[in-house]
């Protein structure tokens, strides 16, 4: 089903304004209230938008890693039940059936490339599948404009970022635990977030507000699911010539000017750089790469093309349970980063 123009002018004002109260979004839409938040429900029942709160990862001392590969499976059931066993460890945020290179793609949250190593033997076990053509690389900072499409020619103030801070963040159980109600239900107020939790509610808001000012929360909005909206959805991943940080940078400022881009991360492995774009046509795509092309041509190596048909887990908190969060490689605390978490 596609998008009506009272759909857009709705998601455009949450790509401007982030999660901001109704009636400053149906201000920015040029909409009565009722009518945003009528249009907000219905996407949110068909599944057309969801809400999400951004949990920075690095603050917590874990790293993505994302593996890339391809399977042996004798029949589609058995492939089917590869994938599913993929999603179900704790420590696994994404997982998407993908076309081109590669079969399937996997995002794992783990302290170390050790620790990492450690899971993906556990999940290809679990698979009981052979693997083959496999690419594994680190995620070292991600920017997010999740409804940048929707609001074509405006740069979006809306971003959610994904990157190290200078001191880690220490966690505690009820850190945990709220950290997995927001991923839960992103928009439940600090009330319902503490009956979830068993804990009271001035808490509650007070281990919020510290997560937030710590970068481990860093924002909250809602993002596309691009099926029901009929958009396409493309990552496009770089080698480059050789590691530059300008050129990093510079690619970062192209992803954030690109109407198509809704996410960029700089990464190191198997590529150096990948984006994340919308399209509704196939031009959409070539006029993205076509302008990769024509402003960096100097120092691509190689631009390659993977799509998503199916993206079967997307979760912001996976784990289940705290000892998931720390597996023996995490390096301790100072004195005064423990201060800084009381």
């Known amino acids: 089903m596609k998008t009506t123009p009272q759909e857009v002018q709705v998601l455009a004002a949450i790509n401007k304004l982030g999660a901001a109260p109704v009636p400053k979004l149906a201000e920015c839409a040029g909409l009565k209230p009722h009518s945003v938040r009528y249009v907000l429900q219905s996407m949110v029942d068909r599944k057309a938008i969801e809400p999400v709160s951004a949990i920075n990862m690095h603050a917590i001392g874990l790293k993505p890693y994302m593996l890339y590969f391809s399977i042996k499976a004798e029949t589609p059931a058995e492939e089917e039940r590869a994938a599913q066993a993929a999603a179900a460890h704790q420590n696994v945020s994404w997982v998407a059936e993908l076309s081109g290179d590669y079969q399937f793609g996997m995002q794992v949250l783990a302290p170390s490339v050790p620790d990492a190593l ?103 909005c809602y993002t596309p699911l691009w099926g029901k909206l009929q958009l396409i959805q493309y990552k496009i991943v770089v080698n480059l010539r050789a590691i530059d940080a300008a050129v990093h940078a510079s690619l970062l400022d192209f992803a954030r000017r690109s109407e198509y881009c809704i996410f960029a991360l700089a990464c190191v492995g198997a590529w150096d750089f990948e984006f994340n774009i919308f399209t509704s046509r196939a031009d959409e795509e070539r006029a993205f790469t076509g302008q990769l092309w024509r402003e960096f041509g100097d120092y691509l190596d190689a631009v390659n093309i993977i799509s998503y048909p199916r993206t079967i887990k997307r979760v912001e908190y996976p784990f289940k349970d705290e000892s998931a969060l720390f597996l023996g490689s995490r390096p301790s605390a100072s004195p005064s980063e423990k201060r800084s978490a009381s």
């Open 118 to 220: 450690k899971i993906i033997g556990e999940i290809r076990n679990s698979m009981g599948v052979t693997w083959f053509r496999k690419a594994f690389i680190e995620g070292l900072e991600l920017y997010v404009w999740p409804l940048k499409y929707f609001a074509r020619g405006d740069l979006p103030a809306n971003i959610l970022c994904f990157r190290p801070v200078p001191t880690l963040y220490e966690m505690d159980g009820l850190d945990h635990q709220i950290l997995r109600a927001k991923a839960e239900d992103p928009y439940s107020g600090d009330a319902g977030i503490a009956r979830a939790c068993g804990a009271a509610v001035n808490t509650v808001t007070y281990r919020i507000k510290k997560m937030e000012d710590a970068g481990v929360i860093t924002g909250h």
